[in-house]
């Protein structure tokens, strides 16, 4: 069964950091470009951030740009995102979750259950 | 930045009847939208993508259409399971990937 688990998620406080894990398994984790989905609480699906199947090309949101920064393991099939210099507005369920590449873009079709980031004092 | 405006943001349907969810782009996506549904609690699961294409499981009540500017989504005859909030998201310009705000389709 294609799957995607993700963990590190908690309370934090504002300037904190956390490091977020998803745990691939049920397919060839090393073929397929990657992503991070945040949803903050009653709203909506923001990208956050992508990483192409080898980790050489790397994007971010601009709203956490130079504090995120995303990674992967290839021989682990894992998937990474350290969160530093938190804010409230970072609270959210963060998803990650498989591209399928198209000509100019991707859609996503597998994605996990999410882990809830808290940013409070 | 392309923005996704979905309408309405709520809907209130009757099991059985048909839904339709519209998608706005400000500016041409061609045919590179897709469509995901979300359950309270869960995580979104694609339903649609290339604007009209079914992702793999996805039963035949739903359908796409669209391209440019304009998609809907369509249910054709609502189940209890259906009930949920429904995403667009572009991916004709991706840098970066945007999503709409979301229709909730509740039970009338």
């Known amino acids: 069964e294609v799957q995607l688990v993700e963990s590190g998620g908690g309370l934090v406080q504002p300037g904190g950091s956390l490091r977020l894990s998803c745990a691939a398994s049920?397919?060839?984790?090393?073929?397929?470009?990657m992503n991070w989905v945040r949803q903050a609480p009653g709203k909506g699906l923001e990208w956050v951030s992508y990483?192409?199947?080898?980790?050489?090309?790397?994007y971010y949101a601009d709203s956490v740009k130079g504090r995120f920064t995303i990674s992967r393991d290839n021989a682990k099939n894992s998937l990474y995102l350290q969160m530093n210099s938190l804010r409230a507005e970072d609270t959210a369920v963060y998803y990650c979750?498989?591209?399928?590449?198209?000509?100019?873009?991707?859609?996503?079709?597998?994605w996990g259950k999410g882990t809830t980031v808290t940013v409070s004092s | 930045e392309i923005v996704m405006t979905q309408s309405p943001a709520t809907l209130s349907v009757s099991p059985g009847e048909r839904a339709t969810l519209s998608c706005r782009a400000s500016q041409s996506v061609s045919s590179n939208l897709a469509w995901y549904q979300q359950k309270p609690g869960q995580a979104p699961r694609l339903l649609i993508y290339?604007?009209?294409t079914r992702a793999t499981g996805i039963p035949a009540r739903f359908s796409g259409s669209g391209s440019g500017t304009e998609f809907t989504l369509t249910i054709s005859s609502l189940q209890s399971e259906d009930f949920a909030v429904y995403y667009c998201?572009?991916?004709?310009?991706?840098?970066?990937?945007?999503f709409g705000g979301g229709t909730k389709v509740e039970i009338k």
């Open positions: 290339g604007a009209s």
């Open positions: 990483i192409s199947s080898s980790g050489s090309t790397i």
């Open positions: 998201q572009q991916y004709n310009n991706w840098l970066p990937l945007t």
């Open positions: 979750a498989r591209a399928i590449p198209q000509q100019f873009g991707y859609y996503m079709d597998v």
């Open positions: 049920g397919f060839t984790f090393s073929s397929y470009e």
